[in-house]
């Protein structure tokens, strides 16, 4: 049982980021089971889901781009991505298999069109808040245990954020899966570790 403290976060384990979704993370939907029984042993459960508006900037046909190459945004470089979780989509729905009693919050985001948000806590801006660190913080949360998809995206930077803003932090590696784009997997792990991330299997 984990300790009255620690929130499980559940990042995005939604159908386009599973086997058969326009953006399928391989073995995506082979963590859910682990994640289901995960979140009976914490205290604090909370979903992501990556809720974009049809015409998203992180969208590469918004570009005349090729998905999976970079732009410059004003806040910064940014991987363009095939259109996915588009709002009100069967993409966007949570995979069927994963339980949803258990959450205490299912926080959306990426929903505006400008900026893309990886991170559960900070847009890609690095600076506009979601609002999830003063929830967690108001239920007396001080660690956090991150599993879901992607590893070396949208956990990754959330776990960065996290820990950045003083949670103690794991990532279950083994309930997560990557996309792992020209070594986005390794130098997610480095940076994670460097921010002070501990990683578990
Ligand atoms: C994600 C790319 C684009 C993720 C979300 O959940 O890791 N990756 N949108
Ligand atoms: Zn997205």
């Keep these: 049982m984990a300790e009255a403290t620690e929130a499980l976060i559940v990042i995005d384990i939604q159908n386009d980021f599973c086997p058969g979704g326009a953006l399928a993370v391989a073995g995506g939907d082979a963590i859910i089971p682990r994640v289901n029984a995960l979140m009976q042993e914490f205290p604090v459960t909370v979903l992501t889901q990556d809720w974009h508006p049809e015409e998203h900037s992180s ?5 005349d781009a090729a998905p999976f190459s970079q732009i410059q945004m004003p806040y910064g470089p940014q991987t363009l991505w095939p259109m996915h979780c588009v709002q009100g989509t069967e993409g966007a729905e949570f995979h069927p298999a994963l339980s949803l009693e258990p959450a205490d919050m299912i926080l959306r985001k990426g929903f505006r069109a400008g900026v893309d948000s990886y991170s559960a806590f900070f847009e890609n801006d690095h600076t506009t ?33 996290a820990a ?3 949670f103690t932090v794991r990532v279950l590696e083994g309930a997560c899966r990557a996309i792992d784009l020209e070594g986005s997997l390794a130098a997610a792990r480095a940076a994670m570790r460097a921010a002070g991330v501990v990683l578990e299997e």
């Design 59 to 63: 969208f590469a046909a918004m570009h």
């Design 129 to 161: 808040p979601t609002g999830l660190a003063g929830y967690l913080r108001e239920r007396g949360i001080t660690d956090l245990a991150f599993v879901g998809l992607a590893l070396d995206f949208c956990v990754a930077w959330s776990a960065i954020d």
């Design 164 to 166: 950045k803003l003083g």
